[in-house]
Nanobody
């Protein structure tokens, strides 16, 4: 499985960005896709995930500001990020999990200026 993320960039505090990630290759109908992020000097952390059935899971600090969604027909997951803060600056990674096997995409940089 290959994951191609896009949508990162530089935004001012309070702004919004929408990340997209397209999965290709051998895609199982039952899977979970999600986003993780890693800030400089910190461990990678879960942002949000969504199952193929639409069940979502968010890190507490992201609830209310970030929204994850997906288009199963396009094998694409989205992350709408609103009210961005400088502390949201990180490399965001797309993630795909099916039958216990996890795949990672190359990260996309999100930088929030104050």
């Amino acid at each position: 499985v290959q994951l191609q993320a896009s949508g990162g960039g530089l935004v001012q505090a309070g702004g919004s960005l929408r990340l997209s990630c397209i999965a290709s290759g051998r895609i199982y109908s039952l899977n979970t896709m999600g986003w993780y992020r890693q800030a400089p000097g910190k461990q990678r952390e879960l942002v949000a995930s969504i199952s193929s059935g639409g069940y979502t899971n968010y890190a507490d600090s992201m609830k209310g500001r970030f929204t994850i969604s997906r288009d199963n027909a396009k094998n694409t997951v989205y992350l709408q990020m609103n009210s961005l803060k400088p502390e949201d600056t990180a490399v965001f990674y797309c993630n795909y999990v099916a039958y216990g096997v996890r795949y990672w995409g190359k990260g996309t940089q999100v930088t929030v200026s104050s």
